[in-house]
């Protein structure tokens, strides 16, 4: 813990378990590397390479990963609450059932990634890029996904509740039994999603034929 680690090449380095709580890694090479179940809360990632690194199961509460590198990484069952994921890049990253309650993941590239099951409760995922990500069961309550794209994604029975998604692309997205009360879906675009049985703002629930509107 309280390691300085910046800059150093640790690909594919074993670190399973490890306790780097407050660390310095950033810039650090860490593509490839072994994380799982590792200790990193408050730890200093920004700018890292963590692509194709395991942190399954890993603690990274309140960790600052802006700007890192972490497409195809393995987060499932991360706990990543509070941490800064400001324009990191998570493309094809996997999140199932990661804990990211009131993460800062604005501007962050997340095409492509599963996120079935992930808490991103008052998330902010600002201008974020969710396109083509799988995010079943996803827990967006009270997130805010102002200009975010996340078309052609599938939603299915996602949590929406009191989420702010003014002006987010929506296009072809699967949203079957989402949950949309008391959301703020001021000029979003819905052209091609499906709404069979999602709920709207006002508590109206969409027929099943509902393609782009709410019927």
């Given at each position: 813990m ?29 593509s ?47 706990r ?27 501007r ?13 409760e ?22 805010k ?35 949309f ?6 000029d979003?675009?819905?052209d ?8 709207w ?15």
């Amino acid at each position: 813990m309280d390691c300085d680690h910046s800059g150093r090449d640790l690909a594919k380095a074993e670190l399973g378990e490890a306790l780097l709580l407050n660390s310095n890694l950033s810039g650090a090479n860490l593509s490839g590397a072994d994380l799982s179940g590792a200790d990193l809360d408050r730890a200093d990632l920004s700018n890292s390479n963590l692509s194709g690194a395991s942190m399954r199961s890993s603690h990274a509460v309140r960790a600052n990963f802006s700007n890192a590198n972490l497409q195809k990484a393995k987060l499932q069952k991360a706990r990543l609450d509070r941490a800064i994921l400001k324009k990191a890049n998570l493309t094809k990253a996997r999140l199932q059932n990661a804990r990211l309650y009131n993460a800062n993941l604005s501007r962050a590239i997340l095409s492509g990634a599963n996120l079935s099951e992930a808490n991103l409760e008052q998330a902010n995922l600002s201008n974020a890029k969710l396109d083509n990500s799988q995010a079943k069961l996803a827990n967006f309550n009270k997130a805010k996904l102002d200009d975010a794209d996340l078309s052609y994604g599938d939603f299915t029975k996602a949590n929406f509740k009191g989420a702010s998604l003014m002006d987010a692309d929506l296009t072809g997205a699967n949203l079957t039994g989402a949950d949309f009360s008391t959301a703020d879906l001021s000029d979003a675009i819905f052209d091609e999603a499906i709404l069979g049985n999602a709920i709207w703002p006002n508590h109206k629930r969409c027929k099943p034929q509902s393609v782009g509107e709410c019927l």
